[in-house]
């Protein structure tokens, strides 16, 4: 059974970033594609970025592209989420996931292992 403990998350100004951390416990990393999702207060759990397996495939929404960017690092069992430039609608409880397929999806019923989640609050 794999656990993530998502960390990084804070309060920080419009234009900041922060850095999310999502480390593995009871599994290898490795052996799966992450993805970060967000979830506002009153709306849908959204994905924000994914990876591969391996680091050669990613995904990014739309509203994020050119912001945020995901990386690993399975030698650590972590996963990373960059925010650069964040803007107030940023605002919104992050987790990661992973899926045993090991491709990156949209999809949140692909995933099979959750985080319990960090806030990232961004003021104007």
């Known amino acids: 059974q794999v656990q993530l403990v998502e960390s990084g998350g804070g309060l920080v100004q419009a234009g900041g970033s922060l850095r999310l951390s999502c480390a593995a416990s009871g599994g290898t990393l490795s052996l799966y594609s992450m993805a970060w999702f967000r979830q506002a207060p009153g709306k849908e759990r959204e994905i924000v970025t994914g990876?591969?397996?391996?680091?050669?495939?990613?995904y990014a929404a739309d509203s994020v592209k050119g912001r945020f960017t995901i990386s690993r690092d399975n030698a650590k069992n972590t996963a990373y989420l960059q925010m650069n430039s964040l803007k107030p609608s940023d605002t919104a409880a992050y987790y990661c996931?992973?899926?045993?397929?090991?491709?990156?999806?949209?999809?949140?019923?692909?995933?099979?292992?959750w985080g319990q989640g960090t806030q990232v609050t961004v003021s104007s």
């Open positions: 990876i591969s397996r391996n680091g050669g495939n990613t």
């Open positions: 996931a992973a899926n045993r397929n090991g491709l990156v999806s949209i999809r949140r019923n692909d995933y099979d292992y």
